[in-house]
């Protein structure tokens, strides 16, 4: 028996896709989207909402296919460069050409260790606060309002730095910023990449690549506890709702990484800022005025 409508499924999706890259929480979005739609929070649901999640990063692996998998050619056992050199000078001129080769690989690795180690640790806290559409609302204001000053706060910063192992390592740690529902994935690690000197297009895109291991772990990781608890047969009975939601998603999640990168270069977080304050201002009210947006 499936758990959600296609009418659900599709709008569930078309709010990951679109919020999943942009600073305004996506974790948030779907919680106040299931709050909204009357969808309760079964074991289905709560996978199906970072299952989608795979169908978004796909998205991110399409428009940068180039970084993903064209390595840089260098040719790591290039005899001829090092024929004149001996012993540990020759050992040290590979090691140094291999690593120039996976670096792309290896500052991803670097940078998603934090939130892997602290996401393990803490998975069943954050499930509860998961929940908590008073979690989100508050932190969708407090990201707002820091957004709003943060094009002050870096400015200047057209140029790209270097990312080193160090600077991303740091965009890792505030990456784990954002395992609070409301503060957003995507604006926890473009403030780390501007906080560690990069420009606004390459600390958003360094965002992006960062999302394709955090969220495929995320998502696999959820599948596996669904299987372990039993739940084989409710994913086969959900198989259509789970690849519409990722086909949905996927397209849904490409526009949206257009759209932004060309956004933010031309405009800066301020609007993002702005809205993120409407939207949890709203939602504060209504709580204070007695509706019940809690996800039953």
């Known amino acids: 028996m499936e758990e959600l409508s296609i009418f659900q499924t599709i709008v569930l999706a078309i709010v990951e896709g679109l919020t999943e890259f942009l600073p305004v929480s996506s974790t948030g979005h779907m919680i106040i989207t299931q709050s909204i739609l009357g969808i309760k929070s079964t074991e289905f649901v709560k996978a199906f909402t970072v299952i989608i999640q795979f169908g978004a990063i796909l998205s991110v692996v399409w428009l940068y296919w180039k970084s993903f998998f064209q390595l840089n050619h260098c040719k790591i056992f290039d005899k001829e460069a090092v024929k004149d050199k001996k012993g540990l000078a020759k050992a040290t001129v590979y090691i140094k050409r291999f690593l120039k080769k996976y670096d792309f690989y290896w500052k991803l690795l670097v940078a998603f260790i934090p939130a892997a180690v602290f996401g393990l640790l803490l998975s069943d806290y954050i499930d509860d606060l998961l929940e908590s559409v008073t979690v989100v609302a508050v932190m969708l204001v407090l990201g707002g309002i820091f957004m709003i000053f943060s094009d002050k706060l870096f400015k200047n910063q057209e140029e790209d730095t270097p990312l080193t192992d160090s600077k991303a390592l740091k965009i890792g740690f505030s990456q784990c910023i954002a395992m609070i529902p409301g503060v957003s994935r995507s604006m926890a690690t473009i403030m780390g990449g501007l906080s560690q000197k990069l420009s606004r297009k390459h600390a958003a895109e360094f965002s992006f690549f960062l999302a394709v291991p955090t969220m495929f772990a995320a998502t696999c990781y959820k599948v596996l506890k669904l299987y372990k608890s039993g739940g084989t047969q409710l994913l086969m009975d959900n198989m259509?709702?789970?690849?519409?939601?990722?086909?949905?998603?996927?397209?849904?999640?490409?526009?949206a990484i257009?759209?932004?990168i060309s956004f933010i270069t031309k405009y800066g977080f301020k609007a993002f800022g702005y809205y993120r304050i409407v939207v949890g201002a709203i939602i504060l009210v209504m709580i204070g005025l007695g509706y019940n947006l809690e996800i039953a």
Do not use: D, Y
Request: aromatic share 16%.
């Open 240 to 255: 259509t709702t789970l690849v519409i939601g990722n086909a949905v998603a996927f397209i849904v999640g490409v526009i």
């Open 258 to 260: 257009k759209f932004f």
